[in-house]
């Protein structure tokens, strides 16, 4: 069983920033595997924001490059999304996730976490 837990979301202003966070546990080789950011906003599709692999590259969307970081603590299996400059745009409910087979980006959405909500407002 593999658990991702999201923590972090809430409501600012334009311009302004949020870190997310998501603890991995489980039966999974965290190491190994690629981890990601999605996000989903109503009425739209899913999509990958932000993916890191095991030797620390990392892909962005190109709507976030240069406001997203993301960054991850192998030791304790933690993934973080550090978000400035957010705008309304990036309203959405964020998911971490990873899959057991993808070392490359962007993972399939086979685990993820029940997101964290991230509201911004002009």
């Known amino acids: 069983q593999v658990q991702l837990v999201e923590s972090g979301g809430g409501s600012v202003q334009a311009g302004g920033s949020l870190r997310l966070s998501c603890v991995v546990s489980?039966?999974?080789?965290?190491?190994?595997?690629?981890m990601a950011w999605f996000r989903q906003a109503p009425g739209k599709e899913r999509e990958g924001v932000a993916c890191?692999?095991?030797?620390?590259?990392?892909t962005y969307r190109d709507s976030v490059q240069g406001r997203f970081t993301i960054s991850q603590d192998t030791a304790k299996k933690i993934v973080y999304l550090q978000m400035n400059s957010l705008k309304p745009e990036d309203t959405a409910m964020y998911y971490c996730?990873?899959?057991?087979?993808?070392?490359?980006?962007?993972?399939?959405?086979?685990?993820r976490g029940q997101g964290t909500q991230v509201i911004v407002s002009s």
């Open positions: 996730a990873t899959d057991r087979f993808s070392s490359g980006c962007y993972p399939q959405f086979t685990f």
């Open positions: 489980g039966d999974i080789y965290y190491s190994r595997n690629s």
């Open positions: 890191i692999i095991s030797d620390g590259r990392t």
